[in-house]
Each structure stands twice: as structure tokens, then as C-alpha cells.
């Protein structure tokens, strides 16, 4: 079960930055709280490029996912962050890629992200 501070960080905006391990070096992409949805176990988030990530995850799919807004209270004062530690693949079929569309017309496919683990950073 993720923390209610976890899930107010997300339904407030921010960056969200995904990183996997690239070949020769840590590939990452950004995207925005907004666009993420947020399920108990699991992220879901649209795709428009991320063509290197995707190769990337089909050899490796762990990703470390870092995510934070300005207006949480955090640990030492306003501002909260996260990590996130989880498996991820891209899809691009089925009921839960058809709703990302439907929400996000320019999604090619979307991210889905298996969460492992979480803590506060900040």
C-alpha cells in the first residue's frame, strides 16, 4: 500500500524522472505528475517517444523513478520527493493502454511500472 504523502505528491505537479541503466550509461526521461496514474501497486504513464528507453528496457527493465512536488510538506520543510525502485515495460494494447489514449491522444503506448519499493527523500 503506497503512503498518503506519496499520492499527495503526485496529484500535486512536478517532474517525474524515470532512469534505467543504458548500455554505457544511465538513460533517463522525464515526464509530469499529471500525466502519471497512480494505481496501489503500480504506475501508469503515457508514451509519445522513449524509443531508447524501451530498447533499453527490453534488456534491462528495472528503473529507478524519481518523483517530487514544491507544494508537499516534506521532511524539512515544504517540498517532498521520492524514489522508486520498480520493474517497467512498455505496452501498447489492452483495456489500460486504450484508457491512457483516450486520455492522452498522442500516447504511441505507455509505461507501465511494477512497484518494488519507495522512501522519501526529502
Same mark, same amino acid.
Given at each position: 500500500?503506497?503512503?498518503?504523502?506519496?499520492?499527495?505528491? !503526485?496529484?500535486?505537479?512536478?517532474?517525474?524522472?524515470?532512469?534505467?541503466?543504458?548500455?554505457?550509461?544511465?538513460? #533517463?526521461?522525464?515526464?509530469?505528475?499529471?500525466?502519471?496514474?497512480?494505481?496501489?501497486?503500480?504506475?501508469?504513464?503515457?508514451? #509519445? $517517444?522513449?524509443?531508447?528507453?524501451?530498447?533499453?528496457?527490453?534488456?534491462?527493465?528495472?528503473?529507478?523513478?524519481?518523483?517530487?512536488?514544491?507544494?508537499?510538506? $516534506?521532511?524539512? *520543510?515544504? $517540498?517532498? $520527493? !521520492?524514489?522508486?525502485? *520498480?520493474?517497467?515495460?512498455?505496452?501498447?494494447? *489492452?483495456?489500460?493502454?486504450?484508457?491512457?489514449?483516450?486520455? !492522452?491522444?498522442? #500516447?504511441?503506448?505507455?509505461?507501465?511500472?511494477?512497484?518494488?519499493?519507495?522512501?522519501?527523500?526529502?
Amino acid at each position: 500500500m503506497l503512503s498518503e504523502k506519496l499520492k499527495l505528491v !503526485f496529484q500535486n505537479e512536478g517532474v517525474v524522472t524515470i532512469i534505467a541503466q543504458g548500455k554505457d550509461f544511465p538513460h #533517463a526521461v522525464n515526464t509530469w505528475n499529471s500525466y502519471v496514474e497512480l494505481k496501489d501497486d503500480y504506475l501508469i504513464i503515457p508514451v #509519445a $517517444g522513449m524509443n531508447t528507453m524501451e530498447a533499453i528496457l527490453n534488456n534491462n527493465n528495472k528503473v529507478l523513478v524519481t518523483v517530487g512536488s514544491p507544494d508537499v510538506e $516534506g521532511l524539512h *520543510g515544504i $517540498g517532498a $520527493g !521520492f524514489n522508486i525502485n *520498480g520493474v517497467a515495460n512498455i505496452q501498447s494494447d *489492452g483495456d489500460e493502454y486504450a484508457d491512457v489514449k483516450n486520455k !492522452f491522444a498522442w #500516447a504511441r503506448a505507455m509505461m507501465k511500472i511494477d512497484i518494488n519499493d519507495y522512501y522519501q527523500t526529502t
